[in-house]
């Protein structure tokens, strides 16, 4: 089985790991030049701002509805991607880290089912208390099927971070 681990809103959280004051607020990040938003927290999509709009575009709406606006640091994504991906090998030596945010991580002998469920949770939770950032873990007997899986674990909250595909039929 694989794993693909998805950091959720990565940039976001990135920068909410250093002020946790914005834990519940909408956050997005700007991309070079403060140019357009690269990403956005659940809490700014659910205002309808949208991935790529110019920045001068929203700059007013951003700011009477309180939305923290971050420059973007990849200095600060790499080294908190460095940290997940230290994570992850304490729970696997094969990982095949795929961007800044995602990594499929090899799962076999680490059990089935139920179990395999239970480490994935496991893997979940360590991460997120290890770093701050929140991560989703899409489980499948292929890594186009974790990536599905992974996806399905963000949009749907009873996976608690793990969703788990066990057929490829």
Do not use: W
Request: hydrophobic share 35%; with cysteine; proline share 4%.
């Amino acid at each position: 089985m694989f794993g693909l681990v998805d950091c959720n809103n990565f940039y976001c959280s990135c920068e909410r790991v250093f002020n946790p004051s914005l834990r519940t607020s909408p956050v997005v990040v700007l991309s070079n030049n403060d140019g357009c938003i690269i990403a956005r927290s659940n809490e700014a999509k659910a205002m309808g701002i949208a991935m790529g709009t110019p920045f001068y575009q929203v700059r007013d709406f951003l700011e009477r509805n309180n939305v923290a606006v971050f420059s973007s640091n990849y200095a600060l994504y790499g080294d908190m991607s460095r940290r997940v991906m230290m994570l992850l090998a304490d729970f696997t030596p094969d990982i095949t880290q795929y961007s800044i945010d995602e990594a499929f991580i090899d799962l076999s002998g680490f059990g089935h089912g139920e179990t395999l469920r239970g480490y994935g949770k496991k893997i979940v939770r360590c991460v997120g208390k290890g770093t701050g950032i929140p991560v989703t873990l899409g489980i499948a007997p292929t890594k186009t099927l974790a990536k599905v899986a992974s996806k399905y674990g963000k949009r749907y909250k009873g996976y608690e971070g793990v969703c788990m595909i066990d057929t490829e039929a």
